[in-house]
């Protein structure tokens, strides 16, 4: 299925799992949501501390597995749901969006998104596709930060695994140049350094 441009040159604050998620800064996102100033694009475990999603992906099957059931109840009944795995698409009734292992984000065809090798690129070019033109990046850590790997500590069984950051950064420096100047990292302690970088109060400020 084609993604929905459904945001046509809009912002979003894009909520990857890094330790560096933390309350204060998604309760500060929450009046510019609900005053519908920005959207709201999270993947994987933000669905825990992130109540008023707007999209949310998540590729791994053993994730979906894990997390399946609890994910779709603590999701907004209004949250688009997306993941790359057709087998949990049908399992879960979820949209699904097939992927490529390509450099730098699919742009051409809305039915197609890149890998990118994690999750956080995944979910940016998926928001590219519903027309996102300026991305705010929370979570977005590509590193350990106080030993930890994401906010919530470690991944359970067969999920937690050494993550390749270095194979990752990458992958976020293919990111067309035209695309790498609307996003904007707003992460502390990111050891992911091919955009610019601000403070999530002064991007904000500026909506």
């Not at 790997?149 to 950064?169: A, C, L, T």
Request: hydrophobic letters at 35%.
């Amino acid at each position: 299925m084609k993604v929905p441009c459904l945001y046509p040159n809009e912002t979003a604050i894009c909520f990857a799992t890094g330790p560096s998620l933390t309350a204060e800064d998604i309760e500060l996102v929450r009046p510019y949501h609900e005053k519908g100033m920005v959207r709201t694009f999270g993947c994987n475990d933000s669905y825990k501390v992130v109540d008023f999603l707007d999209v949310h992906y998540a590729c791994d099957v053993y994730w979906w597995e894990h997390h399946g059931m609890n994910c779709l109840k603590t999701l907004p009944p209004t949250c688009h749901v997306w993941t790359q795995s057709q087998q949990m698409a049908i399992t879960f009734k979820l949209n699904h969006i097939p992927g490529r292992h390509e450099p730098a984000f699919c742009v051409k065809d809305s039915g197609f998104i890149h890998y990118g090798d994690n999750s956080g690129f995944q979910l940016l070019n998926l928001a590219y596709h519903y027309g996102i033109r300026k991305f705010i990046l929370l979570g977005y850590n590509m590193g350990l930060v106080n030993h930890k790997r994401h906010f919530f500590g470690d991944h359970p069984g067969r999920m937690n695994k050494e993550s390749p950051y270095e194979k990752f950064i990458i992958a976020y420096n293919l990111i067309q140049p035209d695309i790498k100047s609307v996003i904007i990292n707003c992460t502390t302690n990111s050891a992911l350094n091919c955009f610019k970088t601000s403070t999530l109060k002064e991007e904000l400020a500026k909506l």
